[in-house]
């Protein structure tokens, strides 16, 4: 189980964020007295949560290709 700051570490956010995001409950958490603690599908749960959908699909063969010219042209 995570605490707030193990938390705040594994999504890259600030322990006051986790924090606001418990008294809101905008996060799924377990209390253990004052404690506030997390299983890891709880923050799955949140990561989930925050995807976006893709709306408009990937072009990769759009991608401008980058022409590599041989050392022996510049001779």
Same mark, same amino acid.
């Given at each position: 189980?995570?605490?707030i700051a193990e938390a705040a570490s594994y *999504?890259?956010?600030p322990q006051r964020w986790v924090a606001e995001a418990v008294r809101t409950r905008?996060?799924?958490c377990t209390r253990i007295?004052?404690?506030v603690r997390f299983r890891p599908?709880? *923050?799955e749960e949140l990561i989930e949560a925050g995807?976006?959908?893709v709306l408009v699909p990937?072009?990769?063969t759009a991608l401008p290709t980058r022409r590599v010219s041989?050392?022996?042209s510049r001779l």
């Open positions: 189980m995570f605490t *999504l890259n956010v905008r996060v799924r007295g004052k404690h599908e709880h *923050l995807e976006q959908p990937a072009n990769l041989s050392a022996r």
